[in-house]
């Protein structure tokens, strides 16, 4: 066939592309061995974008890489790349007369099973399409006919465009492997325990992420490094000292822990500042805490002849509740409480529970 005498037809020529916000690309077959090859191109309603995954059918002059590669849902909801766009060129057969055309705005999906022509990029490009029994007929604004489709009756029900692909020469092999091995930087930033971008760098100018892979896309804030990476300001020590017994008590509620034959889940400890005694009380549930805390204050109390002043916990709802704060208030009792999420300042508790469970 002779190309120079032969007229030639453009499907949505000299449109500009629509911008991809979300991409899907659905092929149903019901009959397993009539799923169609690459090299056929399939008309389908349920895909949003012209796709084709191969290279070589492509003008080399109007393939673009993309910046960032675009995620194209297919039909078991699993997402493929999309790795750069532009134009194939195929050879359409309009009523028997076989005539050079050309598709714009094609995404290049190397992972895709067949080329598949939306039926909605065509529509949006003001083209007609008429379903018919077995054949489907493509119609522009002005009134010519563009395109063939024809399905097999009784067979997968799948409308093939009647087009093969004009392939002047295989795919440049340097260009389709960088294509294929082109990898987000911050993908691989995850992908390696959030190794530094700079190593990840250094990885892949040492060829050992694989030879000819190559990096794209802009290094992005990672919330999970900046977060780990934070230091907490150290806790300095307490400047204060007691000069009696009974001045200052820790207290601290422990549990729950495995439930002894005599059914005690919890224990608390109560230490007092100055003499550094411990007294542990083991407990069934911890709404006993402000009971034990009366038995002890009436013991120690009666023992020293001394009144408790102060004591210091952290903010647990068993040592904050009306019924105990109400009780420190009236026997005149300083109640400190710790910062929230800041156990070191009630170490001395911390540091004889940790003691207690490990004797256990």
């Known amino acids: 066939m002779n190309f120079a005498n032969a007229s030639s037809t453009n499907l949505a020529l000299n449109l500009n592309p629509q911008p991809f916000c979300s991409n899907h690309a659905f092929l149903i077959c019901s009959d397993p061995e009539a799923i169609p090859t690459k090299t056929q191109m399939i008309l389908d309603s349920g895909c949003t974008t012209h796709t084709c995954p191969h290279q070589n059918w492509f003008d080399q002059d109007t393939l673009i890489d993309l910046e960032t590669s675009i995620p194209i849902t297919v039909g078991d909801g699993q997402s493929i790349q999309a ?12 009523n028997g007369e076989w005539l050079p055309a050309t598709i714009p705005n ?30 489907c007929d493509i119609w522009t604004l002005g009134g010519r006919l563009v ?10 029900k799948l409308y093939r465009l009647l087009a093969e692909p004009y392939v ?12 294929t091995l082109a990898v987000d930087i911050n993908v691989l930033h995850h992908h390696l325990g959030h190794l530094s971008y700079d190593n990840i760098q250094k990885l892949v100018s040492s060829n050992m ?37 009974l001045e200052l008590i820790h207290t601290d509620l422990c549990g729950p822990l495995t439930t002894s034959i005599d059914g005690w889940n919890y224990f608390t400890l109560f230490i007092d ?24 204050k009436t013991m120690v109390e009666r023992d020293t002849n001394l009144h408790i002043k102060c004591i210091c916990s952290d903010n647990g709802g068993e040592y904050t509740s009306p019924t105990f704060s109400d ?3 009236s ?15 009630n170490g001395q508790s911390e540091c004889a529970n940790c003691m207690v469970i490990e004797k256990i």
Not at 147 to 156: I, N, Y
């Open 106 to 135: 094609v995404l290049y999906v190397p992972n895709m099973s067949s080329t598949l022509i939306s039926v909605t990029n065509l529509t949006e490009r003001e083209h007609t399409l008429y379903f018919k029994k077995e054949w």
């Open 327 to 329: 009780f420190l208030k």
């Open 147 to 156: 395109g063939h489709a024809k399905h097999r009756l009784g067979g997968d």
């Open 168 to 179: 002047t020469s295989p795919p440049p092999t340097p260009t389709f492997t960088a294509l």
């Open 331 to 345: 026997e005149g009792i300083t109640h400190q409480t710790t910062t929230p999420y800041s156990p070191e300042q």
């Open 273 to 296: 500042d100055y003499s550094q005694m411990k007294f542990i009380y083991f407990l069934k549930k911890k709404d006993y805490v402000f009971d034990t805390f009366k038995e002890f």
């Open 83 to 94: 790795m750069a766009m532009g134009t194939i060129r195929i050879i359409m057969n309009i």
């Open 209 to 245: 992420l694989g030879d000819n892979t190559r990096i794209r896309g802009r290094e992005e804030f990672c919330e999970a490094c900046t977060m780990g990476k934070v230091h907490q300001s150290p806790f300095l020590l307490s400047q204060s000292s007691t000069t009696r017994c």
